[in-house]
């Protein structure tokens, strides 16, 4: 499956951002989807994650209450919503996607998931 995120951009403290992940070429219901992020400096990790059904969440806990995963099976796409953006929030942000379903603690760890989109940048200017 091939993946390509999109909807990043600079934004100023507290607003907000929609980043969007649209799949092509396999069966997206049949994938797990996480977003995860890459900061200046720092090592990729966890943003959230979403099962194939999209009625089970994961969130780090840095953006719990604050961003949102969903996706939509019909369209191929996952979402990832950004409020109350706070300037650490700045990173590349990658859509990644998994076959089958795992262990809740797996979605976290990008080890469990074979796809990965090519990263779209979010600054959060103070």
């Known amino acids: 499956v091939q993946l390509q995120a999109c909807g990043g951009g600079l934004v100023q403290a507290g607003g907000s951002l929609r980043l969007s992940c649209a799949a092509s070429?396999?069966?997206?219901?049949?994938?797990?989807m996480g977003w995860f992020r890459q900061g200046p400096g720092k090592e990729r990790e966890f943003v959230a994650a979403i099962n194939r059904s999209g009625d089970i969440t994961y969130y780090a806990d840095s953006v719990k209450g604050r961003f949102t995963i969903s996706r939509d099976n019909a369209k191929k796409t996952v979402y990832l919503q950004m409020n109350s953006l706070k300037p650490e929030d700045t990173a590349v942000y990658y859509c990644?996607?998994?076959?089958?379903?795992?262990?809740?603690?797996?979605?976290?760890?990008?080890?469990?998931?074979?796809?990965w989109g090519q990263g779209t940048l979010v600054t959060v200017s103070s």
């Open positions: 070429g396999g069966t997206f219901s049949s994938y797990r």
């Open positions: 990644a996607a998994g076959a089958g379903e795992r262990a809740p603690n797996n979605y976290y760890s990008d080890y469990f998931y074979r796809y």
